[in-house]
């Protein structure tokens, strides 16, 4: 999710927070439910159903994540039931506006978020494919803009931490989080 990914001032990407708790009571007197970890806007069908985490889970989150940069706005969960779930999806697809981009880069855009946000789990593309296809993305539009955020935006937050505070100001503390479930 969003939360997860900073930015370093040089627009290196880091991720954060890999591990996903998990809980067992098989040794509870009492039945208990499967508990599911995550946030469900960036759950893929397949945990909602109750299956393990996997890669293409990943995927599949990375895909939301990607979506909302390019909506700059919220996906919303993952309806469980796939007729239901590929039209809702086209509906979202329907809200992207790629009209300062080629067609072509426009179409690669959107078959690679489709291909992301698969609702069957292999049809969703291994990692290598989704880093070729983005760099290939990054090359034709090329404008740079990530590394002048980067360079505007992180180190303007970076300058609040001056060396004779005796610290980092900022460590330990949540710029941004993301409190919606939805």
């Known amino acids: 999710k969003p939360s997860n990914i900073m930015l370093t001032v040089e627009a290196d990407v880091k991720v954060l927070d890999f591990g996903t708790a998990q809980a067992k009571f098989e040794?509870?007197?009492a039945e208990t439910q499967a508990l599911a970890f995550g946030s469900a806007a960036y759950m893929s069908p397949e945990r909602f159903l109750g299956e393990d985490d996997r890669i293409s889970g990943d995927v599949y989150?990375?895909?939301v994540t990607l979506y909302e940069l390019l909506y700059q706005?919220?996906?919303?969960?993952?309806?469980v039931r796939q007729e239901v779930f590929y039209?809702?999806?086209e509906r979202r697809f329907e809200k992207l506006d790629?009209?300062?981009?080629?067609?072509?880069?426009?179409e690669r855009i959107i078959n690679l978020l489709k291909g992301m946000l698969a609702w069957e789990e292999k049809e969703r593309p291994e990692l290598s494919e989704i880093?070729?296809?983005t760099e290939q993305l990054a090359q034709l539009i090329n404008d740079g803009s990530l590394k002048?955020?980067?360079r505007e935006v992180v180190q303007a937050c970076k300058s609040l931490?001056?060396?004779?505070?005796?610290?980092?100001?900022?460590?330990?503390?949540?710029l941004i989080e993301d409190g919606t479930q939805s």
């Not at 706005?73 to 309806?79: D, E, I, T, V």
């Not at 931490?161 to 949540?174: A, K």
Request: overall charge negative; hydrophobic content about 25%; cysteine-free.
């Open 27 to 29: 040794d509870r007197e």
């Open 61 to 63: 989150g990375l895909g």
């Open 73 to 79: 706005g919220r996906y919303g969960k993952a309806n």
């Open 87 to 89: 039209a809702e999806q």
């Open 98 to 106: 790629f009209s300062n981009l080629s067609p072509e880069i426009g």
């Open 131 to 133: 880093l070729h296809e």
């Open 148 to 150: 002048i955020f980067s």
């Open 161 to 174: 931490n001056s060396p004779d505070q005796g610290g980092d100001t900022l460590e330990g503390e949540v």
